[in-house]
């Protein structure tokens, strides 16, 4: 907690904290902890705090432990080269700590938003048929991209002050010309079923869409 403290609010030590102790349980090894806290700072820690972190952290628990690659396979998550403008109008609120950032650029790309959603989940405990719905959100919105707007991304991030995982999907596409009717359930898909959005909004706790000629984003979040 007092390496947490130096860099993160109380509030964000103690989660990030909490969160690592869970994960590595009681009896972890000094390295094992310090592999926890590598990975599990994804989502605590503003990104150019959190080699600072890691670094004090290591020196505390033991300087010979080598600094390795995280454990949770986050970091070989590609960060996303694709220029797509983040919209200030739905940025994360103030609490939030981005998380990966997986660029949508075909089809299989899709398995890889799949795949950080459930470590998303994983990392903060929400199991069952709360993740598979999370996880099928993000599916269907990374999916619709691919589909009709590609390239685009599916950026998450973690609010652990209000208990939220967030996720924002946008893409520079031409957008959604009758967003309305297709979120009253009113619209024929001629490509689908036309449930994907629809079905998306009664998965998660928040959604919100903007779409225009230059593109579509949508944004969502689930409490856990
Ligand atoms: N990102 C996007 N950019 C442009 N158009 C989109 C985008 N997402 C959805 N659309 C349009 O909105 C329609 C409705 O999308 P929705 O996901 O609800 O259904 P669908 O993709 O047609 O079918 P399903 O998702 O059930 O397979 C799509 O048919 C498509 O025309
Ligand atoms: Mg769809």
Redesign the pocket.
């Known amino acids: 907690m007092s390496v947490f403290e130096r860099f993160l609010s109380p509030i964000n030590a103690r989660a990030l904290a909490r969160s690592v102790t869970h994960r590595a349980g009681a009896g972890g090894s000094p390295a094992t902890l310090l592999r926890h806290i590598e990975a599990t700072s994804v989502f605590f820690v503003p990104i150019d705090k959190r080699e600072a972190l890691i670094e004090a952290a290591r020196q505390l628990l033991g300087p010979e432990i080598p600094a390795t690659a995280p454990v949770g396979g986050l970091e070989r998550i590609s960060i996303s080269g694709v220029a797509v403008p983040n919209t200030s109008a739905l940025s994360a609120a103030g609490t939030d700590v981005l998380g990966p950032t997986v660029a949508i650029r075909m089809e299989a790309d899709l398995n890889e938003a799949r795949l950080v959603a459930r470590q998303m989940c994983q990392q903060v405990g929400l199991q069952g048929f709360a993740a598979q719905k999370f996880v099928t959100a993000v599916s ?2 990374a ?3 691919a ?3 590609c390239p ?1 991304r599916v950026a998450f991030s973690h609010d652990a002050v209000g208990r939220r995982l967030r996720v924002v ?1 946008s ?1 520079r ?7 309305d009717a ?1 979120l009253d359930g009113k ?1 024929r ?12 909004r009664k998965l998660v706790d928040e959604f919100d869409a903007q ?1 225009g000629a230059t ?2 984003t ?1 944004a969502i979040a689930v409490k856990y």
């Not at 490509?191 to 959005?197: H, K, N, R, V």
Request: proline share 3%; charged share 15%; net charge positive.
């Open positions: 269907e919105l999916r619709n991209v589909k009709y707007a685009g999907v893409d596409g031409t957008g959604i010309p009758n967003l297709v619209y898909s001629k490509t689908g079923m036309g449930l994907g959005l629809v079905g998306t779409t593109g579509t949508i």
